[in-house]
């Protein structure tokens, strides 16, 4: 017994300190931002417990269900785009046998930028007065835009935006399940005669599947607590078209200094974001072959 | 207030009794952390920081953010108590109320009375300034500069266009409506139309047109008749004579458009004249003059930036100790040859800066604006009330509304009023 319990306890004594200040470091700001999120605790008034009031002021609040919509919607399309785009980029990469090299150092490039590089420069080439964006349109006849100053453009605009910085990310992952996927099942679907589609579509996507769902579980973390891209761009604007939940609570504990207020917006988003990683770990062990 | 400003001037002149022992080598070896932000004043000043660190021997650690990233820094630190800040800087029309509520702003009055150099002249500041940082008996911070909206206006595009500089709100319209006409590929009219910026100017609009934002009984105005005008004109300025995109725009957009001369006319802080005559290009066509009057008279805004010593700081002498240092006359007759206007009257009639002014005749104009801001202008930007960030947010949202066409004029202001009035109630 002791011969075996003396290095595990050792082992145990050495990985002790780690454990805890890791748990530390995660448990301290969520626990002190759920007790916050119970406080009536704006900057300048006295902090007194205010109970579920501010969960029960987020109900009827109209600008928190903005930004559930506005978060969801550009959840939806963004990821949409991203696993859509990424998974037809790396079926072509798949099959090039040229410069494949090239083309995978390529498309690490824009998810190794910065997102607020990413913001300006989207900024510059969208600007509906002087940007390259409008100049391309009026070249092919269309109308111009005005791309993120439109309420009605703004969110597929930034998901056009992320989808540009990060569906290389998502091409690499499928790309890595696609070269992982064993030869002897597209022989025996080339025997039974199978088409190129009929084989993508019965083959390949099935068992792709963990795969996407894993760039989807990676991506889903980001694109929930959607932040940089928005406020460099746009600060939740044009008239909260683009405010999602974390820039709604962002903006209400660091410019309004309603404390209390955005630490309940900022657990119901975390919330939200745990039940979607949760959701989706499911979905992933429902797809391991 | 008065009476306190009155008493805190003389007080500080009778403490020119201590000057003779004041010692600037008295913290020698201190090290101070400044929060600043990134503003042509800070930009300015702290080329000069190791000139300070010779007089006094104390060392200044700096911390640059931008505006509203510095803010974030300082509620971090000031919310735990920490005293790892010792100076910041402070727009006291916008937070100072709600700062000086939450206790992060030290009292100067006891340094300014009793521990300053003898050249050291506090009555020499803007009384107006003094008065934006003085709560109660709490002094917060000391001016730094002096600031507001002016219309830059492109001579040689009024000229081509046969218009003269408008002399009423009413003419503002019809100059740029000719212009427009006269020449399709210039923006008439540029402003703020970012919606946490835009009460700035847009406040110069409601006050000019006899509106104010609150009634004497506490109830938000928006919706009276200069309210709903004022609404009207700025919103159709920027939507059918402002650049496609105004809705995002905040100072930097405006003065780069103005600056590469697709703008013939843009409201914006006279901070800005330094980054628009950047190159040179705007040098010699640019005018520069007060919003024009409207039916409520004119009632420019100004304002400052003011440095104050965090409550928490534990050198909060040595800090003092910059603050003069930066803030003395000698170094804002400085920092004015770089075109930061001085909160000072001392420095505004110092020969040097009078030749200054006078070399370029847009700069006699840009003086001439922001001396006569000083005189009859208003500090009020937004709500007067500890909430006025928030304030700001309300009546940037009406503005939008029109400006995006997504309400009419009644039901934007009325659901900004219902509003602002519970923000006020909770005043």
Redesign the interface.
Known sequence: MSTTAGPSGSLTALALPAVVFTLLMIAFPFAYTLWLSFQSY????SEHFAGAGNYLQLLNDPLFWNGIRITLVLYVLSLGLQLGLGTYIAVLLHGSKRFADVLRSLLISPFVLPPVVVGMMWLVIL????GAANWILQIAGLP?S????S?RWVIPTVALIDSWQWTPFVALIVLGGLQSLPPSVYEAAQIDGASRTGTFWRVTFPLLLPSIVTAAVLRSVDLLRFFDIIYI???G????ASNTLNIYGFRQG??????GYASAIMITLSTIVLGAVLAMSYARRRAQW | MKLWLTALALAAALGSAHAQDFNWRKDAGTTITFLSSNHPWANSVLKYKDEFTKLTGITVKVDTYQEQQMRQRLMTVMNANSDEVDLFMSLPSREGAQFAKAGWYANLEPFITKDVSKDYDFGDFSKGLVAAETHGSLVSGIPLNIEGPVLYYRKDIFKKCGVTPPKSLDDLLSVAKKIKACDPSITPFVSRGLKGALPYTFSVFLHNMGGSYMTAQRKSDLCSAAGKAALTLYATLLRDYGPPGVVNYNFYQISSLYRDGKAAMAFESSNELKSVMEGGARLNDTGVMLLPPGPGGSHPTVIGWGISVSAHSKHKEAAWYFVQWATSPAMQARLALMGIAPPRASVANDPSYRKWIDAEPVRREWIDAIDQANATGTSEVGYPIVANIASRDYIGQAVDDLLLGQKPVQQACAEADRELDALIAKD
């Open positions: 704006t900057l300048g008034s600007d509906p007065a002087i111009r005005d791309w993120l100053a309420p761009t746009t600060q604007g044009p008239n909260d660091f410019e309004f200094f309603n404390i």
